[in-house]
């Protein structure tokens, strides 16, 4: 596909963003049906924020997508945040429309898609537990507590204070009063009893690939499923751990492309052809 005058440009705020893949899978979806459309990453630093957002639309992007560390900061300087995103507190993905920017989230549904594929609505009211309790796990409990409403949510984090913020953030949207906070020292019990075990920390994240959320990998077995939001590498150790006792995984490259797939849809009204962009990305 050749770049000319008509050409839309999507972009990548964020400080640093030179490791994104998001320009890989941007442009072999582009590619892939022919929209003539470029995405690049452009590091922005935390002061030049407002003028990059007001370059936006002087330019006529067709979007962006946000990263650390502007997903918050940049809901403030939007015409327009989705229900999802003011909940969770941070916008990952911006349309530029003709009234305005709008800011939305598709780190929920992109956490959620995966999963739905995975054991559809089965998990209904099914004890849960999700290690981690930052920017992801936000996310994450955001879509556990409105698509499963499960019966207990425990928060395991190092930062307990941090997990019963979160925990009180979401207590409206918390209709069975699931909300549980641990350490993980004190986690055992509720890693052995919870169908679904979330890690939304970095733990394991290349290159500490031996690391690990939960090292007791006896813990696991047949009846849990563990999602890794980790794509770096496509299978860790926590999923390596969980399959070797039976368990159901889903791997981090899954919600990384799901996400994508929301946001490529906003800004362009098509489906994004994931297979392709899977192609791409394992063979980097």
Request: glycine share 8%; proline share 6%; net charge negative.
């Amino acid at each position: 596909m050749q770049i000319d005058a008509d050409t839309k440009i999507v972009t990548l705020l964020g400080y640093p963003v030179e490791h994104s893949l998001s320009p890989l899978i941007h442009n072999t979806a582009f590619w892939a049906q022919g929209v003539n459309a470029v995405y690049v990453a452009t590091p922005v630093r935390p002061d030049a924020l407002a003028a990059g957002m007001a370059g936006l639309e002087a330019l006529q992007f067709l979007g962006t997508n946000v990263t650390v560390p502007h997903k918050e900061d940049v809901r403030d300087l939007l015409d327009e945040v989705s229900m999802r995103a003011a909940t969770v507190g941070a916008v990952n993905t911006i349309v530029c429309e003709d009234d305005g920017l709008r800011g939305d989230n598709t780190d929920v549904d992109g956490f959620l898609n995966p999963l739905v594929d995975t054991v559809g609505g089965s998990m209904r009211d099914a004890p849960m537990l999700v290690f981690g309790a930052g920017g992801a796990a936000r996310a994450v409990v955001y879509g556990l507590l409105a698509r499963y409403a499960p019966e207990q949510l425990t928060l395991v984090a190092r930062r307990p204070e941090q997990a019963e913020a979160l925990a009180t953030d979401f207590a409206a949207y918390d209709t069975q009063d699931a909300l549980r906070v641990t350490t993980f020292d004190d986690a055992g019990d509720a890693v052995r009893g919870s169908r679904l075990v979330v890690n939304a920390t970095p733990l394991g994240m290349a290159p500490d690939t031996d690391e690990t959320p939960w090292p007791e990998d006896g813990d696991f077995g047949p009846g849990h499923v563990a999602y890794d939001l980790v794509y770096n590498p496509e299978e860790t150790r926590f999923l390596q751990d969980a399959a070797a006792e039976g368990a159901t995984t889903i791997g981090g490259l899954d919600m990384l492309v799901a996400q994508a797939a929301v946001a490529y849809e906003q800004w362009t009204g098509r489906e994004m052809p994931t297979e392709a962009v899977y192609k791409a990305l394992r063979q980097r």
